[in-house]
């Protein structure tokens, strides 16, 4: 079934409300929280990076807080391990039995502060619940509940003590965006409520979990045209011959595009995907997938700036095409 107009305008209206909710906190940046409000809808995880004092906390935070949901924060420290996160199983003596305790991840928005800071070891604890929502410890799976999603920030200029995210993990990340320094007037407007401390703002629950989830359900109804589809292939198969590019996009990488891009679509009010809907998301969704030759990064080449010339190569479907 596609989504109908009607539909399109109901999911609009509370969209808006969401990110008009965490403005109120993350002043003058509606791009990034329309990201991520994109990939929470999407049923992806995001991953922020960026420099330190930007707002990065407090944009999770704030995102978490807006859906009337359970929300938890793990700061990762390099003595943090797997059972910090998932859980463990414990005996209980009176029953003989082993009692499985649930770790943090068992909740809506996760926030994982700082996850390179973590070992591999621990982050890879993260790969199987981001992938397929559930939790496998002694050999028992459990479920996490919906909506689910993992959002994690990470420092990009301090690298002492951190672990590099690997491609594998860096690929079940939906999206990956930065919120860079606020405006002059942005500014002002955080200066003149300095005497609040940023971790007492507090916004008030906009959508239920429920709402979350017929809106993700709703989103996986927009319609893509074929030609949309093609537009989405020869973008993730420039990137594979790109001869900056040791390694391209991925088939997941492709499919999150599309996934992203319907739910942008019923985000701006429409039951279809446009080719700008597609370029909108370009960057943040395959940009974190690509690794570059080393001699490309060494001469300042970066994921954002492929995507960027693929772009201009790349042509689009006419919009006659794409409707």
Do not use: C
Request: hydrophobic share 40%.
């Amino acid at each position: 079934m596609t989504m109908t107009p009607e539909q399109a305008s109901w999911f609009s209206d509370n969209f808006t409300r969401l990110v008009t909710n965490v403005e109120t906190v993350l002043l003058g940046k509606t791009f990034v929280i329309r990201l991520g409000f994109t990939a929470l809808l999407s049923e992806g995880h995001l991953l922020l990076e960026d420099f330190p004092g930007t707002g990065k906390t407090s944009f999770a935070r704030a995102i978490a807080q807006s859906v009337d949901g359970v929300s938890n924060r793990v700061q990762f420290t390099p003595d943090l391990l797997p059972g910090d996160i998932t859980g463990v199983s414990i005996f209980d003596q009176r029953s003989g039995d082993f009692e499985f305790h649930r770790g943090p991840i068992f909740a809506n928005i996760v926030l994982a502060d700082e996850i390179n800071r973590a070992s591999p070891k621990t982050q890879s604890a993260l790969l199987e619940v981001m992938e397929e929502g559930t939790v496998t410890v002694d050999g028992v799976t459990h479920p996490v509940s919906l909506p689910f999603m993992v959002i994690a920030t990470q420092n990009p200029i301090e690298q002492a003590g951190t672990y590099r995210l690997p491609e594998a993990q860096l690929d079940r990340f939906i999206m990956k965006t930065s919120i860079g320094y606020p405006d002059h007037a942005s500014t002002l407007r955080i200066l003149e409520g300095a005497g609040t401390r940023a971790h007492d703002t507090t916004v008030p629950a906009i959508a239920s979990a429920e709402v979350i989830i017929e809106m993700a359900r709703l989103a996986r109804t927009v319609h893509v045209d074929p030609s949309i589809n093609d537009y989405v292939s020869r973008l993730v198969d420039a990137t594979r011959t790109a001869t900056e590019v040791r390694l391209g996009a991925s088939v997941r990488g492709a499919l999150a595009l599309v996934r992203t891009a319907k739910t942008l679509a019923a985000s701006n009010g429409r039951h279809y995907v446009t080719p700008d809907d597609v370029k909108a998301l370009a960057e943040p969704v395959l940009a974190h997938r690509l690794v570059l030759d080393p001699e490309a990064e060494f001469d300042g080449v970066t994921g954002t700036s492929i995507i960027a010339q693929l772009l201009i190569e790349t042509p689009p479907p006419s919009d006659r095409q794409a409707v």
